[in-house]
């Protein structure tokens, strides 16, 4: 699904955009998914007196900042992989991408474990790094692909990515406890490598666990949504042992397909409580 030009891009570059791949029709099972999930907690803060407007009547992009203006926890409810369900768990198996994936990864592909949601909020940014640096190392030698997907137009202004070309072959970088996560020092990735990748709705990035990249800061009163969805080649190491993946495409054994969102639910959480009987067994490269 992907040419040849597209595939010696990303070899590379360690990244590829596709842009115009989602038309909002795709996304609306998203945004109806989400927004339930705002009504379900802006309600309940408005009940208990911390919320004095449910902005009921406010766009998908600007609604959560409001609430959180007020209530900052609850953008959490959807940040990273807290949410799971229904209208995600479709999407992460949407042919567009699991095509695209193919191209670079063959038939046989794992859902990684570590999704991320980001309704980035104003003031907010994603520090620089690897994916690769929230792994444990035995993930280093597995071609993890992240497809970031942009549910509004990202600009400079409201926080749009910025990766660093070509910088994916030199392994994991240092990484540093930061106030927006980890962060790679500046002095590995200078400003004059940081190359910007704004993006219309609807468009994707894909690229590597091992290219270093972020975001700049969102300057303006709104929500930059966004979501990383992260691929791999079913029974490679993930780096992950603390929590599973899933199978979202079987060219060789379409039955050992994940079959939907609760069978996902089940199984994670049914590794994770295996996990927590395993408090000696390490969970970050950088302990």
Known sequence: MLSPSQLNHFAEQGYLVVEDLFTQEDFQPLKEEFTQVIDQHAA????????????IDQPFD????????????????????????????????????????????GGEILCHPSYNLHPR????????????????PDGDDT???????????????????????????????????GPDGLDIPLEHIPADQRR???????????????????????????????????????????????????????????????PDWRAWVTAVERVERQAADQPERGRSRWQ
């Open 143 to 177: 071609l993890i692909v992240a497809c970031l997907t942009t549910l509004v137009d990202t600009t400079p202004e409201n926080g749009c990515l910025w990766i660093a070309p070509r910088r994916h072959r030199e392994g994991v970088l240092p990484h540093a406890n």
């Open 121 to 136: 909020l104003p003031g907010k940014r994603t520090g620089t790094h690897q994916d690769a640096g929230y792994y444990l």
């Open 44 to 55: 309940q803060l408005h009940k208990t007196g911390q919320l004095d407007d449910l902005y």
């Open 62 to 105: 600007r609604r959560l900042a409001l609430i959180a203006a007020q209530v900052p926890e609850v953008a959490a409810t959807l940040q990273t992989r807290a949410h799971k369900g229904p209208a995600l768990f479709a999407f992460m198996k949407q042919a567009k991408i699991l095509d695209r994936i193919e191209s670079l990864l």
């Open 196 to 258: 910007l990748v704004p993006t219309q709705a609807g468009s994707a990035v894909f690229f590597s666990s091992m290219l270093p990249h972020g975001s700049l800061v969102n300057q303006t009163d709104q929500i930059r949504w966004s979501m990383d969805l992260r691929y791999q080649q079913t029974g490679q190491p993930t780096g992950r042992w603390f929590t599973p993946g899933f199978i979202a495409r079987s060219r060789a054994n379409p039955n050992s397909e994940c």
